[in-house]
C-alpha cells in the first residue's frame, strides 16, 4: 500500500504501539509468572534471552534490508521487483536460522560460559534454550512477516495478533508452571513451549495474510536467473543496518556477563528494572517504526526535504513523551519494584537505578527515531560507524571502569549506558541536520 498525503507517524504509530504494549506484556507476563515459580527460574531464562536476543538480532540484516528496499519500491512506484525481494529474505532467514540454532545446540556450555552465567543458572536455561533454538525459523519468519506487512501500511494486523499471542501464552504459562487438574509442571521448558506455540500461531496466520491480501509470492522461481543486483543491495543495506543493532547486543551481552559476576541478586535487579524502563520507549519505538515506513516511501519518490521535516517532528512528540512517562516512573519507582519482588535490597538498588535510567531513555529517543530515518533513506553507514565506536568505546569500556574497577556495580553500567546513549543521539540530531544523508536512494531509475 503506498501511503497517501494524509498519513501521520502518529497515525501508523497506534497499532504498533498496541502492538509493541502487547510484545512487552507477553514478555512480563513470562517473567510475573516466572517470579512465582522460582526466582533462580528468572535469572535462568533472563540470561537464556539475552543469548537469544543476539541471535535474533542477527536476522535484521535481512529484515531491515527488506523493509527498505519494500518501501522505497512502494515509494517509488516500482513493484516488479518485490517478490524477488521477499524470497530471498524469507530464503537466508530460513538458512540462518537453521545454521545459528545448530551452532547454539552444540556450543551451549561455552555460550553459557561466555556471559559468567552462574553454574546453578544452567539447567533451567538449557531447558528453555533447547525448546526456543528447535524452532529459531519462528522468530526468523515472524520478524520479517512484520516487517513486510508494516512495509506496505497494514500495521494493525500486528496488534490483533498479538492479543492472541498473549492469550495463547497466559494460559500456557500458568499450564506447564502451575499444573491445574494434575497436568504436569514443565517449568521453564514448558514457558519456552507457550512462546514458540503462540509465536508459530502469528506466524502462520501473517503469511496467509501476506499470499492473500498482499499478493506476496515467495518461489524459488523468482531467483532465477539469479538477481545480482537485488542480492547486492540486500548486503549493501542490510550487513550495515543490522551492525548498529547487532553491536548494541553484543556489547550489552559483555555487559550482562560483567552484571553476572556481581551476583544473581545483581541479575535479578537489572531484568526486573529493564521490564519497567522498556515501557518508557515504548511511544518512542512506535512513532520510529511508523516514520521509517513514511521516511522510505518519502525518499523512494524523491521527496527528501517533506522526510527531514516528518523525522524532526516525530523526534520532539517522542521525546516529550519519553520524559514525561520516565518522571512518572521516577515517582512510582518503589511501587513498581514491589510488583516484581517484596526483597528490600533489590527495590532499593532498582529504585536508584530507575532515577538514573531517565538520560539513558531521553538519549535513546534521537537513536530509535531518527537512526530509523537514516537506514530508511539509504544512510545506514553512518549509524552503525558511530555505533560500534561508542558502544564499545564508551558504554562498555565505561561500565568495565565505573562498574568494576571503581566498584559502583550496576549504579556504574548504568551510568555508562546514559553517557553511550546521549552521545550517539547528539551525534544523530546533527547528521540529520547536516543532510549528508541525502542522496542515498537505492532505487534506480
Request: proline letters at 3%; charged letters at 15%; a positive charge.
Amino acid at each position: 500500500m503506498k501511503l497517501d498525503e494524509t498519513t501521520s507517524p502518529v497515525k501508523l504509530a497506534i497499532p504498533i504501539f498496541i502492538e509493541l504494549l502487547l510484545f512487552m506484556f507477553m514478555g512480563n507476563v513470562d517473567t510475573i509468572m516466572l517470579s512465582r515459580y522460582s526466582d533462580l527460574a528468572v535469572a535462568a531464562v533472563g540470561n537464556a534471552n539475552q543469548l537469544t536476543n543476539t541471535l535474533l538480532i542477527l536476522f535484521n540484516i535481512t529484515s531491515s534490508a527488506t523493509g527498505i528496499m519494500v518501501t522505497q519500491y512502494i515509494g517509488a512506484s516500482k513493484r516488479e521487483n518485490l517478490n524477488k525481494i521477499y524470497t530471498m529474505g524469507y530464503g537466508m532467514n530460513l538458512i540462518l536460522a537453521v545454521c545459528l540454532g545448530a551452532l547454539f545446540m552444540l556450543f551451549q556450555p561455552q555460550f553459557f560460559n561466555l556471559v559468567n552465567m552462574p553454574k546453578e543458572l544452567f539447567t533451567d536455561a538449557k531447558a528453555y534454550l533447547s525448546v526456543i533454538m528447535t524452532f529459531l525459523f519462528i522468530p526468523a519468519f515472524f520478524s520479517l512477516s512484520s516487517i513486510i506487512l508494516k512495509s506496505h501500511g497494514i500495521t494493525k494486523l500486528s496488534m490483533y495478533l498479538a492479543i492472541m499471542m498473549n492469550v495463547v501464552n497466559i494460559i500456557g504459562n500458568y499450564t506447564f508452571l502451575f499444573g491445574p487438574f494434575g497436568l504436569p509442571v514443565l517449568g521453564v521448558k514448558g514457558v519456552a513451549i507457550s512462546t514458540v506455540v503462540s509465536r508459530g500461531l502469528a506466524v502462520f496466520i501473517m503469511i496467509w495474510v501476506l499470499i492473500k491480501k498482499v499478493d506476496v509470492k515467495v518461489s524459488l522461481a523468482f531467483l532465477r536467473p539469479f538477481p545480482k543486483q537485488i542480492y547486492k543491495q540486500f548486503l549493501k543495506l542490510g550487513i550495515p543496518s543490522a551492525g548498529e543493532p547487532i553491536s548494541y547486543q553484543f556489547s550489552q551481552v559483555v555487559i550482562f556477563s560483567m552484571i553476572n559476576t556481581m551476583g544473581t541478586e545483581t541479575v535479578t535487579t537489572k531484568i526486573y528494572v529493564q521490564i519497567i524502563v522498556w515501557f518508557t520507549f515504548l511511544a518512542s519505538s512506535a512513532l520510529a517504526q511508523a516514520n521509517q515506513i513514511i521516511v522510505g516511501q518519502l525518499v523512494g519518490a524523491k521527496r527528501e526535504d517533506e522526510a527531514k521535516h516528518l523525522t524532526f517532528s516525530t523526534f520532539k512528540k517522542a521525546l516529550m513523551i519519553t520524559f514525561s512517562v520516565s518522571l512518572l516512573f521516577i515517582l512510582l519507582r518503589n511501587q513498581l519494584l514491589g510488583i516484581f519482588s517484596d526483597n528490600q535490597s533489590i527495590i532499593q538498588l532498582g529504585a536508584l537505578i530507575l532515577t538514573i535510567d531517565i538520560f539513558v531513555e531521553l538519549g535513546r529517543v534521537s537513536n530509535l527515531v531518527i537512526i530509523s530515518a537514516l537506514k530508511a533513506a539509504g544512510d545506514v553507514n553512518f549509524p552503525v560507524i558511530v555505533g560500534i565506536f561508542s558502544m564499545w568505546l564508551v558504554s562498555t569500556l565505561l561500565a568495565y571502569i565505573l562498574g568494576i574497577v571503581l566498584g559502583l556495580g550496576l549504579l556504574g553500567i548504568w551510568i555508562a549506558m546514559a553517557a553511550d546513549e546521549v552521545l550517539r543521539g547528539i551525534i544523530m540530531i546533527f547528521r540529520l541536520k547536516s543532510n549528508k544523508w541525502k542522496g542515498k536512494r537505492i532505487v534506480s531509475e
